[in-house]
């Protein structure tokens, strides 16, 4: 989700191998061609870009044993619906695992500066908003796990944004 320039795409590649498949879901064709070019370079042919949006993912039922994302869905105007999408085109068993920034108090960052996109603060979440989002799209067994604590705090020169980043794993059970 959000593939970007398609590098967590491209090591996923190499992790199911030539029989697996990897699709990347970015919403800006720049980013679609970039990831495309970027596969190109590196010989990788077990690997596509599409263009759309994540609370609309244009991908079939149940069509992905894995969906990844990282420091994405935070940015998404529409949690629920990403979340909502992801469990339709994953298939029963798969799982779900994003890298994600959350915030660390029910207040929540506080965001204006295009800089606050830019490092992912913008939309961060509580961990248990963001959990209760993924148990009413109908995954099971989540799991966070924090990966560090206020990434801003390590650049003085920002005030500090009560966020920190999470590892997301979440299955479909059925």
Not at 23 to 35: E, S
Not at 113 to 139: I, K, N, Q
Request: one cysteine or more; hydrophobic letters at 35%; aromatic letters at 6%.
């Amino acid at each position: 989700l959000g593939s970007g320039a398609g590098l967590d795409c491209l090591l996923a590649a190499r992790q199911v191998g030539p029989s697996g498949s990897v699709v990347g879901v970015d919403f800006t064709q720049t980013m679609i061609d970039r990831a495309t070019e970027n596969a190109q370079e590196m010989g990788v042919t077990n690997v596509s870009f599409v263009l759309g949006d994540i609370e609309a993912l244009p991908q079939e039922d149940e069509s992905a044993d894995v969906i990844i994302s990282n420091c994405v869905v935070c940015l998404s105007p529409d949690k629920d619906a990403v979340f909502t999408e992801s469990f339709r085109v994953l298939s029963p068993g798969g799982r779900i695992h994003l890298s994600d920034v959350m915030a660390l108090t029910n207040e929540g960052p506080s965001v204006s500066t295009p800089e606050d996109w830019v490092s992912c603060t913008a939309g961060a979440e509580h961990v248990d908003v963001y959990r209760d989002r993924l148990v009413r799209a109908g995954f099971k067994d989540i799991e966070f796990t924090s990966e560090q604590v206020d990434y801003l705090d390590k650049h003085p020169e920002r005030p500090a944004t009560n966020t920190a980043g999470y590892k997301v794993v979440a299955h479909k059970l059925s």
